[in-house]
């Protein structure tokens, strides 16, 4: 007989960014000179008083285990950012770190969530996030995220989709993929309604810091929240750190033990020198962000304007992170196939919308963490392959 493989790794979806970046670079591998604005990762180096901090400490030894919630040094760092930042009450003894922010997302359903519960996740969003409810085998519910609304949601939506069997809500400013930004009074209304049930909410605010002319409020901050999120940020982002993977989150008291027998039962620790590392990102200098985000704004005011001169293809304005979601439905094929032959005919490396969700379908994710030249490069080449579509 030949083995198998168990069932609950079929429920696990995949990221495709990865996909197309490897398809991408096989091309590139043939010849075909492709403009990479698939993936989600800033183009600037590691800070470099972060990256001497991390060298110093492999020097010095820092190569060992350490406590698996974290360094004390750095759980009050973040606990300390956190506060400041969102203006609440963060303990650094609810804080905990782990090999970047994706494992808070695994974690915290696995955590707080069955076979036949339900969880309520932003659609489009990080497809991370359904991919962990289906392995978990709890049941994923999509929240639809309008362009009507600048990609938020309905309150009166969320509410109707509460049931009593919500463990969790999933929610994501700014967002991945559509750089929108959940406005105060819709996180208000949802909170009101999350409160008149036992679910868990979740929050992944990893982008937080790269905003434009717009706040991105945390739902932990409204009263009675901060018991019952568990508030996610991480480095990948801010100080352009995907390599270091580190990322760390303030969790309801509840839940630290829980997630700290997850982290310890798969990965012991974070290494201590990229914790190290992570202390320098938050206690130092911050201009390395500053500029980086000045350089994303820059970006993003050519690029959404450009595309909107482009026949068939609308898009709003991003208030956050570092994509465009460029709407293309009015072309006269569907996103995927144009994705596709982007790449193939005329070296565009993006996603197509579906990657991000059933509301997804009829837009593109650009990423806009790319040269402004790569840009100006790749909405010509855009231009041009429209143009044959006989738009």
Sequence with gaps: MRPTVAH??????????????????????????????????????????????????????????????????????????????????????????????????????????????????????????????????????????????????????????????TRLVILNAPQNPTGGVIPLADLERAAAAILRTPAWVLTDEVYARITYDVDAPSISSLPGMLDRTILLDGFSKTFSMTGWRLGYAAVPTDLVDPLTRLIVNSTSCVPPFVQLAGVAALEGPQDAVVEMVAEFRSRRDYLVPALNTIPGVSCIEPGGAFYAFPNVSALPIDADTLAERLLVEAGVALLAGSAFGVHATGHLRVSYASSLRNLEQAVERIRAFVATLGV
Excluded: M
Excluded at 61 to 81: D, M, N, W
Excluded at 90 to 96: E, G, I
Excluded at 118 to 125: A, M, N, S
């Design 8 to 165: 609950a790794v079929t429920r696990l979806g995949t990221e495709g960014a990865f996909a197309v970046l490897a398809r991408a670079r096989a091309l590139e591998a043939e010849g075909l000179d492709v403009i990479h604005l698939e993936i989600g990762e800033p183009d600037f180096e590691t800070p470099p008083h972060v990256a001497e901090a991390g060298i110093a400490a492999i020097r010095a030894g820092e190569t060992h285990y350490c406590q698996t919630a974290g360094l004390p040094v750095l759980r009050e760092a973040a606990a300390a950012s956190l506060s400041w930042s969102r203006d609440i009450p963060v303990d650094p003894q609810n804080v905990l770190v782990a090999n970047g922010a994706k494992p808070f997302l695994f974690f915290t359903v696995l955590a707080t969530c069955s076979p036949g519960d339900e969880v309520i996740y932003p659609d489009p969003g990080f497809p991370i996030y359904e991919s962990a409810v289906r392995f978990a085998g709890a049941t994923p519910v999509p929240l639809p995220l309008r362009e009507s609304l600048g990609f938020s949601f309905d309150p009166a939506e969320l509410e109707s989709l509460l049931t009593d069997r």
